[in-house]
């Protein structure tokens, strides 16, 4: 992005363009760790019902038009990909 004469004072979102929640990740990393963990929620962080966006995506359309930029994956199967190489530093 930051080569890129284009993409120069633009906010480009660089995601897979895929949808997946934070206890989602958090679950995958620790099945790769081999660790049990308890994903715990705090009411009072939860987004009130019809005040904020129920769903975030990261579209990464605007990278790829401005800079031709794709992600290596675009899946929950890739980021378990990406998630075991770096834990098993391959």
Partial sequence: ???SDHSFGEVINIGRNYE???GETA???AQIMKVDIEIESDPQRVRP???EVERLW???RKAN???GWVPASGSVKGLKTG???RW???
Wanted: glycine share 4%.
């Fill in 65 to 67: 038009k401005l800079t």
């Fill in 49 to 51: 019902e019809n005040r």
């Fill in 1 to 3: 992005m930051a080569d």
């Fill in 83 to 85: 998630c075991r190489k």
């Fill in 20 to 22: 997946t929640s934070i």
């Fill in 58 to 60: 990261a579209d990464n």
């Fill in 27 to 29: 679950s995958i990393i």
């Fill in 88 to 90: 098993h530093g391959l």
